[in-house]
């Protein structure tokens, strides 16, 4: 049982037997980041069923490639979706509208020789070959750019001093871009033309066993204190860029406003990077030199804990768990006053597949927020087209798995 278990499990009689609560609840006490690509989520049994592929058949969406060499499976696949509600974890792509599962994860803990514990992630990313997701045990962190051919890596071994670029036709890093500060999460921009990389002193994701966690029964390492350092922006196509340095501020009884893991991720419009806070204002934008900005006007009333963000026209944002004890729910805003537009169904809001429609984890009936599954929902509509199947609701010993999003 890891650390976010721990929460998770005092929690779990309050989800099965009273109104459920958010998705992302028993994070936001243990204050741990969980972005699209980056939750360290630890769990459950995945009981792989019987394939059972479903293609909703609408105006297809696939484009033509002027690029040289084979076309990806995401793009040779143009159902408007692709939907595997008979596989967890999915073996096969899964897609909507213009968004694809480009990858997932599991993660353990790791105890370690001197009895702090790493939370470790083995990623299955979408052979772009076969159309099919594969284990590949080479990295501690992936990210997948718009297009799904390349995806940005690090090594076993955090803080990293090198990042790779994998291209996922061939499986192979096509060029390594060295680093001076150690880098422990990295992603692309929108655009996929520049990687903002995160730098940490020590492992972000080390469980530190002198700031243990109790649960009553045993004892287990807990979060460690916060080490990151700054950021780096790089270009794609050169390698070049800058590093910029944020100190970590703390407060009162020495309290931290970040996680252990706090990634920076890029504005909706790539123009400055963001960071997520534990205290007001919450997020906090600089520039790529490291200066802190005002935040974006339509950006004002997003969560860093909520996914999913802009809709791609900017004219809707992704809100929280809205839901009551006979429903599950989230919020659809009005991005420049914060205003409800919508209540949808869904636990948790992952990715805009379009301006209307969303990927979502939500809740079997029934049962507690444990055992969901990716479902697609629309703005202004109560039906759900289920995508995967539901992870289990054990969460002893065994692992859940966390998707990765990106454009097709």
């Known amino acids: 049982m890891n650390v976010a278990e721990l929460v998770r499990e005092s929690l779990r009689e309050q989800a099965d037997q009273g109104p459920p609560v958010p998705g992302n609840f028993a994070d936001r006490v243990l204050a741990v980041r969980r972005r699209r690509r980056t939750r360290a989520l630890v769990g459950t049994s995945l009981a792989v069923v019987t394939a059972a592929v479903v293609g909703v058949t609408v105006p297809t969406i696939g484009k033509d490639s002027a690029d040289k060499g084979p076309r990806p499976a995401s793009e040779l696949q143009t159902d408007d979706v692709i939907a595997r509600p008979g596989q967890t974890p999915p073996r096969d792509l899964i897609a909507a509208g213009g968004t694809a599962l480009a990858a997932y994860s599991t993660s353990e803990d790791v105890e370690q020789p001197d009895g702090d514990a790493v939370i470790t992630r083995t990623y299955r990313l979408l052979d772009q070959k076969t159309g099919t997701y594969r284990e590949d045990p080479r990295w501690s962190w992936v990210d997948v750019a718009p297009g799904m051919r390349t995806a940005v890596v690090l090594e076993r071994g955090l803080p990293a001093d090198r990042i790779g670029l994998l291209n996922l036709i061939t499986g192979k890093v096509e060029r390594w871009l060295p680093v001076q500060h150690g880098v422990g999460g990295v992603e692309f921009s929108p655009d996929g ?8 002193a020590e492992n972000p994701d080390r469980l530190d066993k002198d700031r243990p966690i109790n649960d009553g029964k045993s004892e287990r390492p807990g979060p460690a204190d916060p080490s990151r350092t700054g950021f780096y922006v790089l270009d794609v196509a050169s390698g070049k860029g800058s590093w910029s340095e944020v100190k970590t501020k703390r407060g009162g009884f020495g309290m931290s406003d970040l996680n252990t893991r706090q990634d920076f991720g890029f504005s909706e419009d790539g123009s400055l990077v963001y960071s997520g806070l534990l205290r007001a204002p919450n997020q906090q934008y600089y520039d790529f030199q490291g200066r802190k900005k005002s935040t974006p006007p339509r950006e004002r009333h997003l969560s860093w804990f909520v996914d999913a963000r802009l809709s791609p026209n900017g004219k809707l944002a992704a ?12 919020e659809v805003l009005d991005p420049l006053t914060g205003k409800r537009v919508a209540k949808i169904p869904g636990q948790q809001l992952l990715a805009w597949a379009d301006d209307k429609r969303l990927i979502a984890w939500d809740i079997a009936p029934g ?16 039906k759900t087209v289920p995508l995967s199947g539901f992870r289990s609701s054990k969460a002893d010993g065994v692992k859940r798995w966390t998707p990765i999003f990106a454009k097709r």
């Open 193 to 200: 033309r520049k990687l903002v990389a995160t730098t940490y």
């Open 319 to 330: 809100g929280d768990f809205a839901g009551s004890a006979k429903t599950t729910a989230t």
């Open 367 to 382: 049962t507690s927020e444990y055992r969901n599954r990716l479902v697609l929902v629309t703005v202004g509509s109560k």
